[in-house]
Every structure is written in structure tokens, then in C-alpha cells.
């Protein structure tokens, strides 16, 4: 149970790239599926 606060903290910070990466990128393949690939539109 000590390393929960790090946990938090990676997974948190992993959750804020995902966010930000989200404003700038579009859907380059498999647009629709699980599978869906992103490039970034910088």
C-alpha cells in the first residue's frame, strides 16, 4: 500500500497526456474501431 501515491501519481499523469494529446490529434486509420490510430495535427 505505500506505493499507491505513486501509482496515482503515474496514472494521473498518464490520464493528463492522453487529455492534452486529445485537442491536437486527428484519426488517421481504422476511424470507428478499437483499433483507431491517431497522428498528431501540430
Not at 493528463?16 to 481504422?30: A, R
Request: charged residues 20%.
Amino acid at each position: 500500500m505505500q506505493n499507491l501515491p505513486h501509482v496515482a501519481q503515474v496514472d494521473a499523469a498518464i490520464d493528463m497526456e492522453t487529455l492534452l494529446k486529445s485537442f491536437i490529434s486527428v484519426p488517421d486509420q481504422h476511424q470507428g474501431t478499437s483499433g483507431e490510430i491517431y497522428k498528431l495535427d501540430v
